[in-house]
């Protein structure tokens, strides 16, 4: 993708030109013509990934300011501190429990780095809040780019009253917005893509040009769940993605089949396309062909995306060495992107200074008002079991 | 009209009233059922809103939630109440779950249909009754009328109200009894019980098939000189408890009627509250008439036979609660 031609790149002063009440779609979807987004577009975007890497280190920070006290009251078992640039992996590859792991305040928290590029192109996309997103427990940057603030995450994060998705009753990672049409998903992989089909089959019969977008881990593929939504996306020519967030090249599931998914979408009638996700433009450039696709009534697109592992826990257990982490570390997406931007003459050294101080600063501020923010009260937990009506 | 025709009705009438209304699951469309409850609706409203569905009872239900979510009323028909096992995540992890795990901010409106229960030799796998798994679960309603007023009025109920709601139709009952349904905008709402037998002695209490076979039961204690109360619950997510209560309060007698068996079936949680709010009215042991503890109800006609409450067994139990 040909990036535009340098222009002086904006202050990044406040995150808030990405909360939803001043973003507009055109901040974040708008093109400069068909070459590609406009600069602020991508350094918007850029932010979004800093953003989400920034809250991932900080909710690390938060977990292992534990109190002695606390521990072992958590649902997650203990992990070793990493020695690493990069947060230690919590738990084994294969418990269910990969993403999460003990936080000070009491919860898990997410565990989602090297996943920010093919996020941001997903969104870049898409229509934000006339398009669908069912996102799973990684997609932290998808949701930042789609309308959710650093605060609502560190609201969801702390289990507080004030959080807009749950009002603290979701573990954090079930990220939604009904305003920004981002669906709130239950916690297991999988189980979304049939819910998915049908949101994208309610477009298509009402005659809206809306495209969903669904996402899974490498594990959420193995799900019957997901392989129904799929069957059926195709079977009705939906205007579907079905994105695979997958890290399993880094560490191969035992339990998974030789096929790729992708093949596994083509035996149902799906478009596919493997890429690497930690390529921004390349991404870009995949689904965007997959909205056109959909929008045009060209049916079901799965893109499934290779993701760098960047935790300093190997498959096996143990702790990386230094040089493989440092092998995994020049594959991060942020600083290819990053590297592009800078290539391409759109962010210079302080400029990128500038983005990361603001997302520091904008994630300490929300976890300063999310941790004093009151704790929903006993009594509401009696609340919307049914509706009112 | 009998209940397979005022389940039709219900749909063809809330679908001309509202767009957005759909049914969709196996062999519904072209086929309209198994038992006809969507006969002819294929040619009325046409495949888009009358869907036939790969048979994948968890990928039927999940649709219809995500078709939910995006506004659309989807009324899901799972075959056999047998079958539903597979979306019973869908069912209680998503569908009954949404509006509490975003506190209000989405909501499921879809009706899963569902024909159950035995005696019309459908063995192990097309006799079951699932009532008390659901029953078990906040934030989803569960609906068994008996009648075809009824069904035909709790139905349109159903469709229109913005909650999931799993609505059980004994497949028995369907061409069993005839009655005058009304014609339009006949809303039965959700919750309520009704009396279907005023009596003094004791209090029945049954959903679905049971319920007639209660009322044939009373009919011969009546012959005897006993008097029956017959209590036909319709819903039993809401549950009437004031209903109930006020039954055996004034009979000072109760028995639970279901074909579900025994153990944990949904009749303990109605003797558990009677007990717990009725004792001091209370007269005599609170009875539970039901299946058997054994996986299902088999296919030979004896041994069906012996997994069925019918108006014998029912009347038996009767007449040895009343001499209590």
Redesign the interface.
């Known amino acids: 993708m040909p990036l535009p031609p340098r222009v002086r790149c904006p202050k990044p002063d406040t995150y808030r030109s990405l909360a939803p009440e001043v973003q507009s779609t055109e901040a974040v979807t708008a093109r400069a013509s068909d070459n590609g987004p406009q600069p602020h577009t991508l350094l918007a975007l850029y932010q979004v990934m800093v953003m989400a890497r920034a809250i991932e280190r900080r909710l690390w920070v938060l977990d292992h300011l534990e109190p002695p006290h606390a521990v072992g009251r958590s649902l997650w078992p203990p992990h070793p501190v990493g020695r690493s640039l990069w947060p230690p992996h919590p738990v084994g590859r294969s418990q269910p429990g990969r993403e999460a792991t003990r936080l000070g305040v009491g919860g898990p928290t997410l565990v989602v780095a090297g996943f920010e590029a093919v996020q941001a192109a997903a969104a870049a996309a898409l229509r934000i809040g006339h398009d ?1 997103v069912v996102p799973c427990h990684l997609d932290l940057a998808l949701c930042l780019a789609a309308g959710l603030s650093p605060l609502d995450v560190m609201l969801a994060v702390f289990g507080r009253a004030a959080d ?4 603290g ?2 573990s954090p990672g ?1 990220f ?3 305003a920004g049409r981002i ?2 998903t ?1 916690a ?1 992989a999988g ?1 979304s ?11 298509k ?2 005659g809206r040009d ?1 495209v969903t977008l669904v996402c899974s881990d490498e594990r959420g593929v193995q799900s ?2 997901w392989h ?2 799929i ?2 996306a195709g ?1 009705h020519g939906l205007p579907l993605i079905c994105l695979v967030e997958d890290l399993a090249g880094a560490q191969p599931l035992a339990q998974s089949s030789y096929g790729s998914p992708a093949a596994r979408a083509e035996g149902y009638g799906l478009a596919s396309e493997t890429i690497d996700g930690g390529d921004f433009a390349a991404a870009l450039a995949a689904f965007e062909r997959a909205v056109d696709r959909a929008r045009s009534s060209g049916g079901p697109t799965l893109i499934h995306a290779s993701v760098v592992d960047l935790t300093s826990i190997g498959p096996d257990g143990g702790m990386r060495p230094a040089e493989e982490l440092e092998a995994l570390a020049s594959q991060d997406p942020i600083d290819r992107m990053r590297r592009g931007l800078q290539g391409a003459g759109l962010l210079d050294a302080a400029a990128d200074d500038d983005v990361q101080r603001e997302c520091a600063r904008v994630v300490a501020a929300a976890v300063e008002e999310a941790s004093t923010a009151p704790s929903p009260d006993v009594a509401s937990a009696l ?5 009112r ?1 | 009209m009998r209940m397979i025709e005022a389940v039709r009705a219900a749909i063809t009438e809330e679908m001309e009233r509202d767009e957005r209304v759909l049914v969709m699951g196996e062999d519904v469309g072209r086929k309209g059922g198994v038992f006809g409850a969507t006969d002819g609706l294929y040619a009325k409203f046409g495949e888009a809103r009358v869907l036939d569905t790969p048979l994948a009872e968890s990928g039927i239900v999940g649709v219809a939630i995500g078709a939910a979510l995006n506004g659309l009323i989807p009324i899901a028909e799972i075959q056999f109440a047998d079958f539903i096992h597979p979306a019973f995540d869908q069912i209680v992890s998503e569908a009954a779950r949404t509006r509490y795990r975003s506190n209000g901010d989405w909501s499921v409106p879809i009706v899963i249909r569902a024909p159950f229960g035995g005696g019309v030799h459908g063995g192990l796998y097309h006799s079951q009754s699932v009532e008390a798994f659901y029953a078990h679960v906040p934030g989803l309603k569960v609906v068994v009328p008996s009648m075809p007023a009824d069904a035909k009025g709790l139905l349109k109920s159903a469709i229109r109200d913005p909650d999931p709601v799993l609505f059980l139709e004994h497949k028995k009952v369907y061409r069993l009894v005839a009655e005058e349904v009304p014609d339009g905008d006949h809303l039965v709402p959700i919750g309520p019980a009704v009396v279907r037998r005023e009596g003094v002695k004791l209090s029945c209490f049954a959903w679905g098939l049971m319920t007639h076979y209660c009322l044939q039961a009373a009919e011969q204690l009546a012959a005897d000189g006993t008097s029956v109360e017959v209590v036909d619950l319709r819903c039993l997510a809401p549950l009437d408890r004031d209903t109930i209560l006020e039954s055996v309060r004034k009979t000072g007698k109760a028995m639970i009627v279901h074909e579900d068996n025994i153990t944990g079936g949904f009749g303990a949680e109605i003797a558990a509250i009677i007990s717990e709010h009725a004792f001091d009215s209370l007269d005599g042991p609170v009875v539970r008439i039901a299946g058997p503890d054994i996986p299902a109800m088999p296919f030979n006609t004896p041994q069906e036979e012996f997994f069925m409450p019918n108006p014998v067994k029912i009347a038996e139990a009767m007449r040895k609660l009343a001499a209590y």
Request: hydrophobic share 45%; charged share 20%; glycine share 10%.
């Open positions: 669908w807009r998705a749950s009002a009753r979701q079930a939604g917005s009904r669906v709130m239950s297991t189980r893509v049939v819910q998915a089909a049908g949101i994208a089959y309610a477009s019969v009402s809306e019957g769940d129904e939504g069957n059926f079977a609340d919307n079991v049914f509706s009506v």
